[in-house]
């Protein structure tokens, strides 16, 4: 009920937000931030076949969800889009042709295969989104300010329904094998709202050390509110995710201007997990290997020795290697996402993706000594972003799901393109601070990145 009234005021407001673009462009942001928390489908290819959960990234038959159509609908204006580098980010949308292809020539080009490449090309389409967004990301404190409360609101919300969860009453949830109850906020499963809980606290970590105090506080309490909700669902890997998002981020950060801080934080955090301790040494001892992962691992290693170049194609993983494998047959696919994805894809599919991931830390890793703060403090976060996303890769396999994988692929892109193509250069004596210059395309003179003007 609750999952169906937000998904009502989203497809109300998405309109309302996208016809408003030029006078409150975070506004689309903050609704496609929103529009994360409910993962339902607003078109279903098949809803019959749909209800029977298929052991795979996404659905048997092809669907697509809220926040795809809220990021679609983010995308319709596109006269906006500043004049730098303006149509490059848009290279991503190539994944869908280029697996419309590999379906029908490659691969065999099964119903679920192609629920394969509509979720795939969703993902394409979140990276577009966030390069398109980044402009206005640390130019105004009152963008900046839309920006935090709307992730502090996504984060007080889950909370209160994890407690809510746990409390017992009409929204408890069960139990699980292992005797423990784990919360799930608005989401399906306890992992999943936890996987996005973890990206969306790397994108409000540059706000940690602005300049501004009702800024930086808000991110702080957004990332206690944060660590509240992953301890609430019990995830291992999510809540190490968290703790290693905050560790390479005080480090990565630039020492001279935020290092006491950036410890502050992870002390903050580490008191936030000590309620959750006892369960999760109790998940610890109860299930020590994670089930059946040391079989389902041996099985992926198997299928990649017998198809290395083009994998099984996408979404169906389960399908091919189930012929092969006693514990795949189960329903369960490797739990390591890298390796399920370079299992479906192929090399000749994931090798172009790596290089572009390569890339993207080299950058960061050049950015953190930029001249703009928030450009430096967004390189670190992506950083921190990109270990955190390992740990939670090679631990299961829910990154390639639903929302879950386009809330991984939107912030990157956020985070990315404020400090690769959004670069202001520092201000002059007595001119306005960065979180306050004049904005791309609303000046008179020539914007260049990030509100500089010419």
């Not at 791309?440 to 990030?450: D, E, H, I, K, S």
Request: charged share 10%.
């Amino acid at each position: 009920m609750i999952v169906d009234v937000l998904a009502v005021a989203a497809l109300l407001l998405a309109p309302i937000v996208v016809l408003s673009y030029r006078h409150a462009p975070v506004l689309v942001l903050a609704v496609v931030l929103l529009s994360l928390a409910v993962p339902v489908a607003v078109l279903d290819a098949d809803p019959v076949a749909n209800a029977v959960l298929h052991p795979g990234v996404t659905t048997w038959t092809p669907r697509i969800l809220l926040p795809t159509v809220v990021m679609l609908l983010a995308l319709l204006p596109f006269a906006p889009w500043p004049r730098y580098e303006d149509r490059r980010p848009a290279l991503a949308l190539l994944v869908v042709p280029v697996l419309a292809v590999a379906t029908v020539a490659v691969w065999d080009g099964t119903s679920n295969q192609w629920a394969g490449v509509v979720h795939l090309s969703t993902a394409a389409l979140a990276w577009v989104v966030g390069a398109r967004l980044a402009p206005w990301l640390g130019v105004r404190t009152s963008y900046d300010t839309v920006v935090v409360g709307t992730v502090l609101a996504f984060f007080a919300v889950q909370l209160a329904l994890c407690v809510l969860q746990l409390g017992g009453g009409a929204l408890a949830v069960e139990a699980s094998d292992q005797g423990l109850s784990r919360a799930r906020g608005t989401f399906g499963h306890a992992g999943d709202l936890g996987k996005v809980v973890v990206a969306l606290m790397a994108l409000v970590l540059p706000w940690t050390v602005s300049p501004v105090t009702r800024l930086r506080w808000a991110a702080t309490a957004a990332l206690g509110a944060g660590f509240l909700v992953i301890g609430t669902t019990l995830s291992r890997a999510n809540i190490l995710a968290g703790a290693v998002l905050l560790v390479v981020w005080a480090f990565a950060i630039s020492r001279r201007r935020f290092s006491g801080r950036a410890f502050g934080i992870v002390l903050l955090a580490g008191v936030a997990s000590l309620p959750f301790v006892g369960a999760l040494l109790a998940r610890f001892r109860l299930d020590p290997e994670g089930g059946s992962r040391p079989e389902l691992l041996q099985a992926a290693l198997a299928q990649l020795r017998r198809a290395p170049w083009w994998g099984t194609g996408p979404n169906s993983y389960v399908d091919v290697v189930s012929a092969y494998d006693v514990a795949t047959a189960s329903g369960l696919p490797v739990h390591n996402a890298a390796l399920l994805f370079l299992c479906e894809l192929g090399i000749v599919l994931c090798v172009p993706l790596a290089v572009g991931g390569v890339v993207l830390v080299v950058r960061a890793l050049a950015a953190r000594r930029s001249a703009d703060p928030f450009a430096s403090a967004s390189a670190a976060a992506l950083l921190a972003a990109v270990m955190a996303g390992l740990v939670i890769a090679v631990t299961g396999w829910g990154l390639l799901k639903g929302t879950v994988l386009l809330t991984w692929v939107l912030v990157p892109a956020l985070l990315y393109h404020r400090f690769a193509r959004v670069a202001p250069t520092e201000a002059p004596p007595g001119a306005p601070a960065a979180h306050d210059r004049p904005l791309p395309g609303r000046t008179a003179g020539r914007v260049l990145t990030g509100g500089t003007v010419r």
